[in-house]
């Protein structure tokens, strides 16, 4: 159950757009169409952004998109907002009904 | 609307055990399978633990196999997280979170309830 990769941090001004990868193996991303990505702002629970994979849940908008190429996931923030500046982790199903988070990625809004 | 509010966490010595209970309302409890997540201080997310949603079914991360235990009472609509054998790299803030309709997202979260292991 080792975490799935994704970059330390990650930047854009507003109105630009940012794009966090989320690397695993075949044993979870590679192997399941299941990748969720919460966002987490400082001193807050995580808020579910994308599920399965690209599916937006109802509220969340349509600035956010995800992804998926073989072992690697993706989440786009378009337009991005100074509101979006947060942590964010990637979470796949790992089989056998365990799960793993993500290393987490902190976007900055310049 | 959906709330779940965890309680139970606080200072506790190494090697010691403690409950954690999350209280669920505005859903359906007992059509839902639940998780509990926990977060280090500074570090990032780290899944724990799965209960189906009739408790039928649970499932642990490897590091905390065989000292935690998940289980639920729908009749009271409470998840619970026993904590036995504490260590200090236990120390984490503790939330329950809904499996969402995908089934293998989380939907909803508690805010969370901090666990400091400590002598």
């Known amino acids: 159950q080792s975490a799935l990769t994704q970059p330390p941090s990650a930047s854009g001004s507003p109105g630009q757009s940012v794009t966090i990868s989320c690397t695993g193996t075949?044993?979870?991303?590679?192997?399941?169409?299941?990748v969720s990505w919460y966002q987490q702002h400082p001193g807050k629970a995580p808020k579910l952004m994308i599920y399965?994979?690209?599916k937006r849940p109802s509220g969340v908008p349509d600035r956010f998109s995800g992804s998926k190429s073989g072992y690697t996931a993706s989440l786009t923030v378009s337009g991005l907002q100074a509101e979006d500046e947060a942590d964010y982790y990637c979470y796949s199903y790992a089989g056998s009904d365990v799960y793993v988070f993500g290393t987490g990625t902190t976007v900055t809004v310049l | 609307q959906v709330q779940l509010v965890e309680s139970g966490g606080g200072v506790v010595q190494p090697g010691r055990s403690l409950r954690l209970s999350c209280a669920a309302s505005g859903f359906t409890f007992s059509s839902f399978g639940m998780h509990w997540v926990r977060q280090a201080p500074g570090k990032g997310l780290e899944w724990v633990a799965l209960?189906?949603?009739?408790?039928?079914?649970?499932y642990y991360a490897d590091s905390v196999k065989g000292r935690f235990t998940i289980s639920r009472d729908n009749s009271k609509s409470t998840l619970y997280l026993q904590m036995n054998s504490l260590r200090a790299e236990d120390t984490a803030v503790y939330y329950c979170a809904r499996a969402g309709v995908g089934g293998d997202d989380l939907d909803y979260w508690g805010q969370g309830t901090l666990v400091t292991v400590s002598s």
């Open positions: 075949s044993s979870d991303i590679g192997g399941y169409n299941s």
């Open positions: 399965e994979v690209s």
């Open positions: 209960i189906w949603y009739d408790g039928s079914n649970k």
